[in-house]
């Protein structure tokens, strides 16, 4: 069975700081991997892509402030978040696919995490 297992979520006051692991189980990270975020009665947001080479992305809203990483002798991607802000406050999902794109298509890409709550208080 294809999983993603996320952690690391939690609560922070602005400012701070928190790492998201996701470990794939069932397969490799030989594709993109990358993390997304809702927010409440917000429309869900592309946050960060690692590429199969190496490239990254970051969406503009936190360029700087994040990290994405992967540890392949663990199976696991990371997103390093500092410098927190109230407006990070969202449900944060992680996939897989061959591709990932802005869209959050959720079970439609190959792999797609159960989501973490990352609260962000002023």
């Known amino acids: 069975e294809v999983q993603l297992v996320e952690s690391g979520g939690g609560s922070v006051q602005a400012g701070g700081s928190l790492r998201l692991s996701c470990t794939a189980k069932?397969?490799?990270?030989?594709?993109?991997q990358g993390w997304y975020r809702q927010a409440p009665g917000n429309e869900c947001e592309l946050v960060s892509i690692?590429?199969?080479?190496?490239?990254?992305y970051y969406a503009d809203s936190v360029k700087g402030r994040f990290t994405i990483s992967q540890d392949a002798a663990k199976n696991t991607g990371y997103l390093q978040m500092n410098s927190l802000k109230p407006e990070d406050t969202a449900v944060y999902y992680c996939?897989?696919?061959?591709?990932?794109?802005?869209?959050?298509?959720?079970?439609?890409?190959?792999?797609w995490g159960q989501g973490t709550q990352v609260t962000v208080y002023s």
């Open positions: 996939a897989a696919d061959e591709e990932l794109v802005a869209g959050c298509y959720g079970s439609e890409y190959n792999a």
């Open positions: 069932g397969f490799i990270f030989d594709s993109d």
């Open positions: 690692m590429r199969n080479d190496g490239s990254t």
